[in-house]
């Protein structure tokens, strides 16, 4: 058993673990509150990482003379705040109207957003997979057992632990996650209780979309290419991460992120042992959501729902 | 046989919570049971652990002698249990006509194949379904609504919709779940004369769930009581109209609060 | 439906489709593609159109069963053909009608499988599984060399006329219709309208799910053996979630549960993507627009009586 690559695949596991759980992270809490799917949600990643790309090519000569962290951190706190911002208008122009009705007619309304994203950044951008630029030092380090990490590697992981810890904090500490949670119990107590529905589902949706803007940047730093297509697949697999982990729980969407970026990568990395081509990579995440959602479906740290009948 | 539906220590936990506790409960052949008690005493969760909506956690459910208890809810109609529902629950896309239509998918003979070929075992069969759900319908004055969308009836007629398609399945037991909610106490007479009527003319047994006394007392001959999931008291309505644990869960709470 | 008035009316159709292939030399061959292609989605809207109108069951895989048709299909006809083609026309015909056969049997089976874990899961999670399969087998279908893996297949004769894509089109209306029109057919109906309601009614809804599915799955492999049959080229990336994503705006445009609005919107839809063939970038936002605008502002579609599934309630 050659322990250097498990190592190793397990590395690169947990860092793409990160990304989904980052995005999972998202679905995880707009299905918490507002009971459906946005499937638009991937492509708001794809837009955090193109939101990247250009307020590094914009901002680059304010930033001579700076250290690498700042500018990145400049840059990454921009697009999330970008994108915090489409995923608002997002829900007030195309999700708001459809509040009182059923959860599929969203789901489906998303998807024409999604395409809309994707084909209108196609549109605007063009078709062809841009280059990310190098946003922090470009080292390798080693690690015992003959596996290596890369800079960008630690810093997709540490930023994330921070972002899950400030986002715990957020939800557990503040009046606006008490507002949260309560919305996600009971939308009629709450508003009863005088929470501004309005104001926490957009603070719900601002928050999701940050992250899964950092998200598309951390991909970017990891991948180095990005293109207007990029979201699709990674938001399907992150909703599988969601629901893995328990969908409307965020230690479960986190949990899910991370177990399902570490199989993926297994699954891949040892493809010739297991007899898999590695082109089934893909489809690691449709057979885990069909498995859970056949044997666990409330997921590994979620609750059950019942229909009032 | 003079246990129709018995339900012996059926006992329904959600989580934490428990529904209904150890409850022994029969209805006869022809009978006519009122099933009582406070808001959220479980009344709604018994009619669907007889309907096979949930599954108990303990205890066993027979009707006409036979286990019906992890039965899939099409299978317990099949056996000859229909019910209403609390909150309308018509089909709201289809006519009045369709809507009883529905209940004849139990016994089909000509189902899938013969749809497409429409021979004519189909249509002979189809014409027998017209002819049963029209007659059905004129007995219950909804007949000159037939090919009206459902959800276009007045309240009190949805009502009576629902009734006559749970009666189309052609059961031994109807569960009737809050029938009068939403009725003036003219309807509430009259829904206590449908009832009445429906007994007699389709000879079947009746368990009733419902909040307004009068039409309990009205319709029931045997009354059970529900508080907090379990059975307080059981008998004629004379007795439980006067007995004090019942007069307690109902309005003994808010007289300690008081 | 009166009783003899849907055989008639399939005899019409099909005499239609006939005399149509008759005139076909006097098309000229953009018209006469047009004419498949319009054929090709009503196959295809219908088919959806029951499983996700009439049934109700949002699936977003159709473009998988396509495949598994067109798949099939074509390679029945790349390995015999060269056998048959000698014995004549009408032998190659038969080849081609068999071919078709076994497509739509196969996306049946491939409808059951899918069809048998999944319609037991609510309306959103049944969305996202569908197109789960449909992704895993366009996967299976890229990683397999025997089927041309991800180059794909080509020099598939081209079969697909006008009598053929209209005779199948013919064919799915008249099914579907007759299907909804019955005692049986008004079930799926019922689970689509009220799940719970429709079980207490003796309804097994798992059932009627799953033959609304399988049904819809053998139709649309018939289009993608006529599809295969027609570009005689096909390739995985072809069947993708965004074709079915194109087969659902046809569903939603014309109006969930009617037949005559999804035909009507399959026949606008096509002629508008021939339209935008030159706008190519703008094709998909506008039917990603078409998409939001109509499920806010008119989600009964052209002509549907299905407003969309009541919030909260069985399955959604």
């Known amino acids: 058993m050659d322990w250097g690559n498990f190592a190793q695949q397990t590395v690169n596991g947990v860092s793409l673990g990160a990304i989904y759980a980052l995005i999972a992270l998202g679905y995880t809490m707009v299905y918490g509150v507002l009971r459906f799917i946005n499937f638009a949600h991937g492509d708001v990643f794809m837009v955090g990482a193109f939101a990247g790309l250009y307020f590094h090519r914009w901002l680059k000569p304010l930033f001579t003379g700076w250290p690498a962290a700042a500018s990145a951190i400049v840059i990454l706190l921009l697009s999330m705040a970008f994108c915090a911002l489409l995923g608002i208008v997002i829900e007030k122009v195309a999700y708001k109207p459809l509040r009182q009705r059923s959860r599929l007619t969203v789901l489906i309304t998303s998807i024409g957003v999604s395409l809309l994203l994707s084909y209108g950044a196609q549109l605007i951008f063009g078709a062809a997979p841009k280059g990310f630029p190098q946003l922090v030092a470009n080292h390798t380090i080693s690690l015992p057992l003959g596996a290596s990490v890369t800079v960008e590697q630690i810093t997709v992981l540490l930023v994330t632990l921070l972002l899950l810890i400030a986002l715990t904090f957020a939800v557990m500490r503040t009046r606006m996650g008490l507002a949260m949670r309560a919305l996600s119990n009971n939308p009629t107590a709450a508003a009863l209780?005088?929470?501004?529905?309005?104001?926490?589902?957009?603070?719900?949706?601002?928050?999701?979309?940050?992250?899964?803007?950092?998200?598309?940047?951390?991909?970017?730093?990891?991948?180095?290419?990005?293109?207007?297509?990029?979201?699709?697949?990674?938001?399907?697999?992150a909703f599988v991460a969601a629901v893995l982990g328990g969908i409307g729980s965020i230690p479960g969407a986190a949990l899910g992120g991370v177990l399902l970026g570490v199989l993926e990568t297994l699954v891949v990395g040892y493809s010739q042992n297991i007899g898999i081509p590695s082109g089934y990579r893909d489809a690691v995440a449709f057979v885990i959501l069909i498995l859970t959602l056949m044997f666990k479906p409330t997921g590994l740290l979620g609750k059950s729902e019942r229909e009032k009948v | 046989m003079s246990r129709l539906l018995e339900l012996r220590g059926v006992t329904m936990e959600f989580g934490g919570l428990r529904a209904v506790s150890g409850l022994d409960l029969v209805v006869g052949p022809e009978e006519m049971v009122g099933l009582i008690g406070p808001n959220?005493?479980?009344?709604?969760?018994?009619?669907?652990?007889?309907?096979?909506?949930?599954?108990?956690?303990?205890?066993?459910?027979?009707?006409?002698?036979?286990?019906?208890?992890?039965?899939?809810?099409?299978?317990?109609?099949?056996?000859?249990?229909?019910?209403?529902?609390?909150?309308?629950?018509?089909?709201?896309?289809?006519?009045?006509?369709?809507?009883?239509?529905?209940?004849?998918?139990?016994?089909?003979?000509?189902?899938?194949?013969h749809a497409l070929t429409r021979g004519r075992g189909f249509?002979?069969?189809?014409?027998?379904?017209?002819?049963?759900?029209?007659?059905?319908?004129?007995?219950?004055?909804?007949?000159?609504?037939?090919?009206?969308i459902a959800t276009g009836l007045s309240y009190g007629d949805q009502r009576r919709l629902e009734i006559v398609r749970a009666l189309a399945t052609k059961p031994q037991l109807l569960l009737l779940d809050e029938p009068a909610?939403?009725?003036?106490?003219?309807?509430?007479?009259?829904?206590?004369?449908?009832?009445?009527?429906?007994?007699?003319?389709?000879?079947?047994?009746?368990?009733?769930?419902?909040?307004?006394?009068?039409?309990?007392?009205?319709?029931?001959?045997?009354?059970?009581?529900?508080?907090?999931?379990?059975?307080?008291?059981?008998?004629?309505?004379?007795?439980?109209?006067?007995?004090?644990?019942?007069?307690?869960a109902y309005l003994g709470r808010e007289a300690h609060h008081a | 439906?009166?009783?003899?008035?849907?055989?008639?009316?399939?005899?019409?159709?099909?005499?239609?489709?006939?005399?149509?292939?008759?005139?076909?030399?006097?098309?000229?061959?953009?018209?006469?593609?047009?004419?498949?292609?319009?054929?090709?989605?009503?196959?295809?809207?219908?088919?959806l159109n029951l499983v996700n109108g009439h049934t109700g069951q949002f699936s977003l895989g159709h473009a998988g069963f396509m495949a598994a048709g067109a798949y099939a299909s074509a390679m029945v006809t790349l390995s015999f053909a060269p056998v048959v083609a000698p014995a004549g026309p009408w032998a190659e015909g038969a080849l081609f009608a068999g071919s078709l056969l076994l497509g739509g049997a196969v996306?049946?089976?491939?409808?059951?499988?899918?069809?048998?874990?999944?319609?037991?899961?609510?309306?959103?999670?049944?969305?996202?599984?569908?197109?789960?399969?449909?992704?895993?087998i366009r996967v299976v279908i890229q990683n397999t060399e025997s089927l041309g893996g991800a180059r794909g297949l080509e020099g598939i004769r081209p079969y697909t006329n006008l009598f053929g894509t209209f005779a199948v089109a013919a064919l799915t209306i008249y099914v579907v219709a007759c299907l909804v029109n019955s005692t049986y057919g008004r079930g799926f109906i019922a689970v689509r309208d009220d799940e719970i309601a429709a079980e207490a009614m003796g309804i097994h809804t798992v059932k009627y799910k799953v033959v609304a599915f399988v049904v819809g799955a053998f139709f649309a492999g018939l289009a993608g053996g006529l599809y295969a049959h027609f570009i005689t080229f096909i390739a995985p990336e072809g069947f993708n979630f965004l074709k079915s994503v194109d087969v659902v705006v046809m569903v939603i445009?014309?109006?969930?549960?009617?037949?005559?609005?999804?035909?009507?919107?399959?026949?606008?839809?096509?002629?508008?993507?021939?339209?935008?063939?030159?706008?190519?970038?703008?094709?998909?936002?506008?039917?990603a627009l078409l998409l939001i605008v109509i499920m806010i502002v008119r989600p009964q579609g052209l002509l549907g009586n299905f407003r969309g599934w009541p919030k909260g309630k069985a399955g959604a």
């Not at chain 1, 957009?202 to 951390?218: H, K």
């Not at chain 3, 049946?108 to 996202?128: E, F, K, N, Q, T």
């Not at chain 3, 399959?266 to 703008?282: C, V």
């Open chain 3, 253 to 287: 445009l014309g109006g969930m549960g009617s037949t005559p609005g999804v035909v009507a919107a399959a026949i606008l839809l096509t002629l508008l993507n021939e339209g935008l063939r030159d706008f190519e970038q703008y094709r998909m936002i506008v039917f």
């Open chain 3, 107 to 136: 996306a049946a089976l491939c409808g059951l499988l899918v069809g048998l874990p999944s319609l037991r899961l609510r309306g959103d999670y049944l969305a996202i599984v569908t197109l789960g399969f449909g992704e895993i």
């Open chain 2, 123 to 148: 249509r002979a069969e189809e014409a027998r379904i017209r002819e049963e759900v029209m007659s059905l319908l004129e007995i219950f004055g909804l007949a000159g609504e037939s090919e009206r």
């Open chain 2, 40 to 113: 959220g005493a479980g009344k709604t969760t018994v009619f669907n652990l007889i309907t096979g909506l949930y599954h108990p956690t303990e205890g066993a459910i027979a009707f006409n002698g036979r286990t019906m208890t992890r039965l899939a809810p099409h299978r317990i109609t099949a056996s000859g249990i229909a019910r209403t529902f609390q909150n309308i629950r018509l089909f709201g896309s289809l006519t009045v006509y369709d809507n009883v239509r529905t209940a004849m998918n139990l016994n089909l003979r000509h189902g899938f194949g």
């Open chain 1, 193 to 237: 209780m005088g929470v501004n529905n309005d104001a926490v589902i957009s603070f719900t949706f601002g928050l999701g979309s940050a992250l899964a803007g950092a998200a598309g940047i951390f991909f970017a730093m990891l991948y180095q290419a990005i293109d207007p297509f990029m979201g699709i697949l990674p938001g399907i697999k």
């Open chain 3, 1 to 47: 439906m009166k009783n003899h008035i849907p055989h008639l009316a399939l005899f019409a159709a099909l005499a239609g489709a006939a005399v149509l292939q008759m005139f076909s030399p006097q098309l000229d061959d953009y018209a006469a593609s047009i004419l498949v292609l319009i054929g090709i989605n009503i196959v295809l809207a219908v088919s």
């Open chain 2, 181 to 248: 909610a939403g009725m003036n106490p003219t309807e509430k007479s009259a829904l206590i004369d449908l009832i009445h009527f429906v007994q007699d003319k389709f000879r079947i047994a009746v368990l009733l769930v419902e909040h307004d006394m009068k039409v309990v007392m009205g319709v029931c001959r045997r009354i059970v009581v529900l508080d907090y999931g379990s059975k307080i008291a059981e008998g004629e309505p004379a007795q439980i109209r006067k007995n004090p644990a019942v007069i307690e």
